[in-house]
Structures are given as structure tokens and as C-alpha cells.
């Protein structure tokens, strides 16, 4: 009986192994050289932003590409969208609870697809961890198929963009836009000989050396006013930690080298400057994003704060307040829907780690599945959401800054005539659908300062959802009193290790 | 062999196996198959396009610190878990045995901890241990500093605690039914022998008790494997080290992706169990030879 049962055994152990053979894969040449056909799925979570796009992406696809059917899948719920109107203007808000549950969801189905050979032949890297997919072998390499596809020419792309999101010298997602922060100080709050230190600097900005030059002028400043100007707006401890990380991330936390680096004292003297910052009033503590009503953002957007930090979105009111349009009242971006009263803003620069990382990310990039059978629809579709023509297409709202550099100054006009067109008649009105010599040299302008800032990119550390949690978790107790900064850096470099290390 | 031949030689298949045929099925689809598949994941070095690697991921593993912690600790959890729950427990079985009255209520009181769900638990242990908790409170109404318990090596010894509080009464009713069937005449015969309690203990009860000292053993330390579950819910998937299991080790690995170190991994532990209770089971031979 006992030589039966291990018999048995060994019988469907070969059966078992006999499916483990490999079959021989298609070269990258092979697959560019096959004829676009048959059906690809294209998954994402966000519905937001992603799902929208994507659809109206596929069907023009499959108009230009007869015999192709690109399936989209959103997991995401839709977000709740809360709308309030005043006197001259109706605002629409987005709102999502941070649901971890439904994106834990949604990760373990991805990651139980595609560790059993399945899964979707494009995936949105909007929340899932592509760098462990990469070191899983579940990615496409895109360097061979931009190397090998003489129809792709990254010139004609933010190269800087896509090569900083390179991991372990391999492209495994590309970006179809780019977000990053500036940040901005209100000049009517300095005086000249403080505006001319915060100018000076401006090429290598971090938030330590801006609130040490505008100390004095928040002193001065609260001490004669009833009412308490911040220093920064819309930012609670968390969010300036995370701000003040950002550009030194590696530093701190290396996922690509599997190393960290919390016990040294930088990260202790961070927690407690984000404290103390936050006990001398700099920052807005109570502020609540998700639970804002048209009074709290009209009340926001009347706010002196001396410095903001805004998105890219935003430099289109600062050229255009520049141009002498607006006053800085109307026409805001997304960025500084809450950031208080802008109408002496002046631009400083992106935020920096004082030494050369200028850090950036993306609201969508895209990897090809290692195991889709199709994939050179899926090559080619991801080819397609980077080109000029869905780039620029003004249907397709593309948030941040189009990758496609000819998309990307379209977009530049676009925004620029619009917000001319939007002005009181007047100077700056498009006549005879020609473009005035004032909207000619404020699109310029407006390129030049958006292509200035792209340049200095060159920075996306890689960084894990685990890893944030713990440091979210762990600094709380910071925060609360109840641990001091070395006992947290103590514990989440233990946690951290434990974590890189398995 | 002989249930499947008539004297004749004919072949005749014992109505029996058949009632077992489906049970054997579904071990088989869902717990042999699976296992003697995923093996195959800890001598490649990818689940998807594997190539055959040999012992690599063994040795790998075996340098794996994170792994060398999660089984040292869970070794260390074992050999104190263990043998204090089985002393414990039989400690709590003998006093109940000689009860006269209302034995079955002093069972069901150890009973309850093992009905009561993780979850209503773990918010219990939390309310007692965490900074702020009920423990704390009372070391410092005496004038004492509190202990960070569950962030420091204290952390193994509130675990400890949860395991013995949640399993003595498993063990206790199996040592129950161990006790009951010893015979009274020997205890008698020795009584009459002027044999003193703690002889009679080490000469009667427990020769006695051996088969379900190795059944409370092998039970006990399946048992300590489970501790994994309340340890995940009060501290999460990277506890402090000196709690941090095997289990949170393969946990951690299956959602990593790294399904080569997790049945890597897994390998070690059927092996470990497996001589681990083939011990305890020549143990239980010989002496009852």
C-alpha cells in the first residue's frame, strides 16, 4: 500500500512538472513586425482620471486599428462628487476616502493574475508596485521595444522624465504625463532684501532655507495682525514630512538598493523640525481637504500664507498674472484651488533637496504584462496614448503634463488662448482667429517657464506602500507625544530593515 | 493487501476504501497537489519562467536573516510555549480529575478562551498591554514605569501569555481524557505500596499518560503555529523581532511575490514537523515497548 501511495505520488509530480516546460518567446523584432489584431485588456484602478481616458483612447484606437478590441477594466469606485456654486463660479470637488481595503483588493487580484500566467496585457501603474512585478519578471523591459520600434523616437518625449523612472537600468512603465510642486512666496509679504535671498536661491529651493529667510517677516508679521498669517498653506505635519522627504527619499529609504538609513540623525532632526514647525505656527493643522464647503474656499482662497506650494497646473495663473491678465482671481489651476490669495505670488523654482534631485511623479504610466499573448497590440497601444494626437486632444483630460512634447506645447497654446478668450473684451482677445502679439509672447512665456522647470526633473525614487504605512503609523506617535523622534527612527529602521531584507 | 483477496485469489475491494475514495480526493486536489506543485517553485527561480535552480534557493534562504530571525523565534515560542502549556494544563487536569463536584463546570470555565473569535480577543489583549492599557495603569498607580510591551523583547512573554490562555483548556480536556483512563487499581496498588503523591506521579500518572503526552505535544505545537494569527492582529505584518514568526516571514513573501522563498520556506517547516512528530512518535513506541 505504502509503495502505491508513494507511486502515486511521484506519478502527479511528474504530471505536475511536465507543464513547466518554457516555450520558446518571440524576440522584440518579431513582435513589432506582426500585424495588429485581436484583443488586448487594458486594467487600471483609478476611474477618476484613468478610466475615462482610457475608453475614449480604445475606441479611437479601434477606429484607426479595424480588427483590434481593446477591453478597459476600472476597479475603483467613483469618487464622490460634491458641487457648490457662488456668485460667479461653481466649484465641483472629488472626493474619495482613502479606502486601503479596496486597493489591497485590488493589488492581490492583480498579483494572483499574474502570478498565475494571466492578468491584463496593460497594466496602469497607478497603485500597484511595478518595481516588485520587475523583479518578479512579470514586465516588459519597454527599452527593447523603444530601441527596436523605428516608428518610437524618444526625442520626441520628456526623455529626462521617462529616464528617471528606469528601474534596475530597465523601463518597466512609461508615463504619459508628469506632475511636480514649486514652490511660490507672496512678495507682498517681504521686504526687497528678503525677496532678493529667496530669488538668489531659487535654483536649489528647500523648505528649511525658505522658512529661515522668511522668519523674520512671519514674526513681523503676526505680532502687529489679529489674525495669524501661516506660513505654508494647506499642510498638516504628515503632508510636510512627506513634502520635506520627497527629495531626499533615497537617502532616507533605498528600495531599489534594499537599504535604509533613519538612524544617522537626519530623520529625527526632520521629525522634530516638522514639529517644531508645526508649534510656531507655520502650518495649517486643521485643515480638511475632504470636508471643504464653498465658504471654507472662499475663505481659503482670501488667505495671505507666504509661501505655497503648488503643482504645474498653477503656472498658468503666474504667467498669465505676469501678462497682466486676471489679477490672480480667477482662472485657478487645481493646484491652488485651496492655496490662498496668489494675486503677488511669485514662482521660486521646484523643490530640491538642496543638491540636484529635483523630484516629480506622474498621475498615469503604463507596463506591458510579461505574460500577454498580445504584445504587440499592447506595445502599440501604449505607443498610441503617448502619441501627439491623444495627448493633445483637448476631449481627453489629460491632468498633468503631457509626456508628448509636441502635445505638450498644443496644450500650452490651448490653455493660454482659453484663458484669453475667457477675459473680459479687451486686450488679449483672439480677432480673426489669428493670435495677438500678446497671447504669442504669453504662450512663450508660458512654455518657456514649464520647459525650464521640466528640465531640472530628474527625479522618482522608488517607494513602497508598505514602507509609508509604517512611517505613517510610527511618526503619529511622534506627533501625539507618545514617542520621541529617536525611538520612532529606532523602530521603523528595525521595521524598515525587516522589511527590505525578506 | 490481504482486505482485497478472497481466499480464492480473487480481487475484491473492501466496501470501506470506497467511503474513503472521496475524502482521499479532495486531500489529494487540494492539499497534495497543490503542495507537490508549489515544491516545484522552491527549486526555480521564478514561478513563471523557471528555470530549474537546485538547492539555490535553499541556500539563499538559509542566509536570509528576516528568516533566520522568523525561525529562530518561532523555535524559541515552541520550546517555552510548549512544555509550560502541557505542565500547565495537566497541572489544571489533575486538580479537576480530583474534584468531586462540579467538574464539568471547572472544564467549561478553561474552555472559553477557545471559543471566543481572534478579533474580540486581540481588542482584550490590546486594552490590557498596549502604552496606555489597563496593565500599564496599574504599574504606575504603584509607582513604577510602564512597559512598552508589545515593541520590546516583552513583546515574546505577552505572547506567551495569549498562547497558554487560549490552549490550556484544549490540552487540559485531553489530558482529562488521558487521566480517566488509567486504571484506579493502580493507583490503589500504589496507595497500598505507601507510595508517596509525587512517586505515584512519576510512576503511575505519567507512564500512563505517555500516548497523550505525545498527542498534547504534536497538538501543541500545531497549536503554536496558529499563536500567528492574534500576533498579526495586534501588531501587524512586521511585529517587533522578537515576536516576528516564521508565519509573518511566509505571509510576507506571498505578498512579495516571492512565491521561491515562501515554498522554500515551506519545505523546511514540513520537514522540521515531520521529524519533529516521527520522534515523538518512536518516543511513544519505545516506551510502550
Not at chain 1, 226 to 238: H, L, Q
Not at chain 1, 463 to 492: C, Y
Request: aromatic share 12%; hydrophobic share 40%; glycine share 6%.
Amino acid at each position: 500500500m505504502k509503495r502505491r501511495m508513494a507511486l502515486a505520488c511521484s506519478f502527479a509530480l511528474i504530471l505536475s512538472l511536465a507543464g513547466c516546460g518554457q516555450t520558446k518567446e518571440a524576440s522584440v523584432e518579431q513582435i513589432l513586425n506582426e500585424e495588429l489584431s485581436g484583443e488586448i485588456t487594458v486594467s487600471c484602478y483609478d476611474t477618476l482620471i484613468s478610466k475615462d481616458f482610457l475608453e475614449k483612447a480604445a475606441k479611437s484606437f479601434e477606429e484607426k486599428n479595424p480588427g483590434t478590441k481593446i477591453n478597459v477594466e476600472a476597479f475603483g469606485k467613483m469618487p464622490e462628487i460634491k458641487t457648490s456654486e457662488g456668485s460667479n463660479c461653481k466649484i465641483a470637488i472629488a472626493t474619495k476616502e482613502d479606502d486601503s481595503q479596496e486597493r489591497t483588493n485590488y493589488i492581490n487580484k492583480i498579483n494572483t493574475e499574474l502570478m498565475s500566467g494571466g492578468g491584463a496585457d496593460v497594466l496602469s501603474m497607478d497603485i500597484l508596485p511595478y518595481y516588485k512585478y520587475a523583479d518578479s519578471g512579470l514586465l516588459e523591459d519597454m527599452n527593447a521595444y523603444m530601441d527596436a520600434d523605428s516608428s518610437f523616437d524618444i526625442g520626441n518625449y520628456r526623455e529626462n522624465i521617462i529616464r528617471a523612472m528606469e528601474y534596475h537600468g530597465g523601463q518597466y512603465l512609461l508615463p504619459l504625463d508628469y506632475i511636480f510642486h514649486y514652490i511660490a512666496y507672496d512678495s507682498s509679504l517681504f521686504s526687497d532684501e528678503e525677496k532678493i535671498r529667496l530669488e538668489s536661491g531659487k535654483a536649489k529651493i528647500t523648505y528649511e532655507e525658505i522658512f529661515d529667510i522668511a522668519k523674520d517677516a512671519f514674526e513681523r508679521k503676526n505680532a502687529n495682525s489679529a489674525e495669524r498669517v501661516s506660513m505654508i498653506g494647506a499642510f498638516t505635519n504628515y503632508m510636510m514630512l512627506d513634502e520635506m522627504m520627497a527629495p531626499g527619499y533615497e537617502t532616507y529609504i533605498d528600495m531599489e538598493n534594499r537599504q535604509v538609513n533613519l538612524m544617522d540623525g537626519r530623520f529625527a532632526a526632520l521629525l522634530e523640525s516638522v514639529r517644531n514647525y508645526g508649534e510656531l505656527g507655520y502650518l495649517q493643522q486643521s485643515l480638511e481637504l475632504n470636508h471643504l464647503d464653498m465658504n471654507d474656499i472662499k475663505k481659503q482662497r482670501e488667505d495671505q500664507f507666504f509661501y505655497k506650494t503648488k503643482n504645474q497646473l498653477s503656472l498658468t495663473s503666474e504667467v498669465l498674472r505676469e501678462a497682466g491678465l486676471n489679477n490672480g482671481k480667477l482662472n485657478f489651476g487645481f493646484g491652488s484651488a485651496v492655496g490662498g490669495d496668489d494675486s503677488n505670488d511669485k514662482a521660486l523654482g521646484p523643490l530640491t533637496d538642496g543638491n540636484k534631485n529635483a523630484p516629480f511623479d506622474y498621475l498615469q504610466a503604463y507596463g506591458i504584462n510579461a505574460n500577454s499573448s498580445n504584445k504587440a497590440l499592447a506595445w502599440a497601444f501604449v505607443k498610441y496614448l503617448m502619441s501627439e494626437e491623444i495627448q493633445s486632444d483637448p476631449q481627453l483630460m489629460l491632468v498633468g503634463l503631457p509626456i508628448n512634447n509636441a502635445a505638450r506645447i498644443e496644450q500650452a497654446e490651448t490653455t493660454i488662448t482659453r484663458s484669453f478668450l475667457e477675459e473680459s473684451p479687451g486686450e488679449g482677445s483672439v480677432e480673426d482667429g489669428e493670435l495677438t502679439e500678446t497671447e504669442k509672447r504669453t504662450i512663450d512665456r508660458y512654455i518657456e517657464v514649464v520647459e525650464n522647470f521640466s528640465d531640472s526633473l530628474n527625479y522618482h525614487p522608488v517607494q513602497d506602500d508598505t514602507v509609508n504605512n509604517m512611517i505613517r503609523s510610527e511618526v503619529s506617535h511622534f506627533f501625539d507625544g507618545s514617542k520621541s523622534a529617536a525611538e520612532v527612527a529606532g523602530v521603523l529602521q528595525e521595521k524598515i530593515e525587516l522589511y527590505l531584507n525578506e | 493487501m490481504n482486505r482485497l483477496f478472497t481466499n480464492a485469489g480473487k480481487r475484491k475491494i473492501d466496501p470501506g476504501l470506497l467511503f474513503l475514495l472521496p475524502g482521499f480526493a479532495g486531500v489529494l486536489l487540494f492539499y497534495l497537489w497543490p503542495f507537490l506543485v508549489s515544491l516545484w517553485y522552491a527549486f526555480t527561480d521564478n514561478p513563471i519562467k523557471g528555470n530549474f535552480v537546485g538547492l539555490a534557493n535553499f541556500i539563499e534562504l538559509l542566509h536570509n536573516k528576516p528568516y533566520l530571525l522568523g525561525l529562530k523565534n518561532t523555535l524559541m515560542f515552541i520550546g517555552m510555549s510548549v512544555p509550560l502549556g502541557m505542565i500547565l494544563s495537566l497541572a489544571v487536569a489533575m486538580l479537576i480529575h480530583r474534584t468531586g463536584r462540579r467538574k464539568e463546570l471547572f472544564a467549561l470555565v478553561f474552555l472559553i478562551p477557545l471559543v471566543i473569535p481572534s478579533g474580540s480577543m486581540v481588542f482584550f489583549w490590546k486594552a490590557l498591554f498596549l502604552n496606555d492599557g489597563y496593565v500599564n495603569g496599574v504599574l504606575v498607580s504603584l509607582g513604577l514605569e510602564g512597559i512598552n510591551w508589545f515593541e520590546t523583547p516583552m513583546a515574546m512573554y505577552v505572547i506567551l501569555l495569549i498562547f497558554i490562555w487560549k490552549n490550556l483548556g484544549y490540552n487540559m480536556v485531553l489530558f482529562l481524557a488521558g487521566l480517566h483512563n488509567i486504571p484506579k487499581e493502580y493507583y490503589e496498588a500504589a496507595a497500598v505500596d505507601g507510595s508517596s503523591g509525587v512517586l505515584t506521579f512519576f510512576h503511575v500518572t505519567l507512564p500512563g499518560l505517555v500516548p497523550m503526552l505525545v498527542l498534547t505535544a504534536i497538538m501543541s505545537v500545531i497549536n503554536s503555529f496558529k499563536v500567528f494569527k492574534e500576533i498579526y492582529l495586534i501588531t501587524g505584518s512586521y511585529p517587533h523581532e522578537s515576536i516576528y514568526m516564521l508565519q509573518h516571514f511566509m505571509n510576507n513573501m506571498f505578498f512579495s511575490l516571492n512565491y521561491q522563498k515562501l515554498t522554500t520556506a515551506t519545505c523546511i517547516l514540513v520537514l522540521l514537523i515531520t521529524v519533529l512528530v516521527q520522534t515523538l512518535f518512536r518516543f511513544e513506541r519505545r516506551h510502550d515497548q
